[in-house]
């Protein structure tokens, strides 16, 4: 059986004899020397962390400004792509009535009587019962209003007029009246 004695600056062990070894509180004063020297190097000071913060910050809101132009900028891209990809097809519509290959009513110059028309395709002449052209697949959304309801212009209203005659589709343009990153109105598209 072993039996030890302590006392505070000496360990007595029976079998081992007598052996030194330092004190607790001399072991903790050591490890806690050294432990403040570990943390002292590894560890930020609150000067750096602020700076580092305000640089931080300082990016951020530098990034949000382009970051909303950037947004602004593919609404504008897809708004053109709709605007091109309506006018094409009331474009086909009206060389396919200037050949008379659909059937058109005179009143109409030979342009669509609505959008709907060209979605839902027209019957051509001299094809099958029931075989239909269509001209667009769906009616685009307006991506600066969120909604599909464009504006409509007739061949008979006047070229800035923002109500439609309701006889034919002359033209389209977007509702929105905000103002584009070239500093042109939208609706002026």
């Known amino acids: 059986m072993r039996r030890q004695v302590t006392s505070e600056k000496w360990r007595v062990t029976s079998k081992q004899g007598l052996r030194v070894l ?3 509180s001399a072991r903790l004063r050591k490890f ?31 990034a ?6 950037e947004v602004k900028r593919t609404r504008e891209l ?3 792509r709709d605007l091109r990809d309506i006018r094409d097809a009331i474009d086909r519509y009206k060389d396919f009535s200037d050949r008379q290959m659909i059937p058109t009513k005179a009143d109409t110059y030979g342009y669509p ?8 395709g027209v019957e051509l002449k001299g094809a099958k019962e ?3 052209y269509k001209f667009l697949r769906r009616i685009p959304v307006d991506p600066m209003t969120g909604k599909a ?41």
């Open 113 to 120: 009587p609505d959008l709907d028309t060209l979605v839902q």
């Open 64 to 69: 949000i400004p382009l970051a909303r132009t």
């Open 32 to 62: 806690r020397i050294s432990s403040f020297e570990f943390r002292r190097g590894a560890g930020f000071t609150l000067v750096e962390l602020m700076a580092a913060i305000t640089i931080m910050i300082l990016l951020t809101s530098m």
């Open 22 to 24: 330092p004190t607790r």
């Open 78 to 80: 897809e708004l053109r």
């Open 149 to 189: 309801d464009w504006g409509l212009r007739a061949m008979q209203d006047d070229p800035d007029s923002t109500s439609w005659g309701g006889d034919n589709v002359f033209d389209i343009y977007t509702k929105s009246q905000d103002t584009a990153l070239d500093g042109t109105k939208y609706s002026d598209w």
């Open 130 to 132: 029931g075989v239909k």
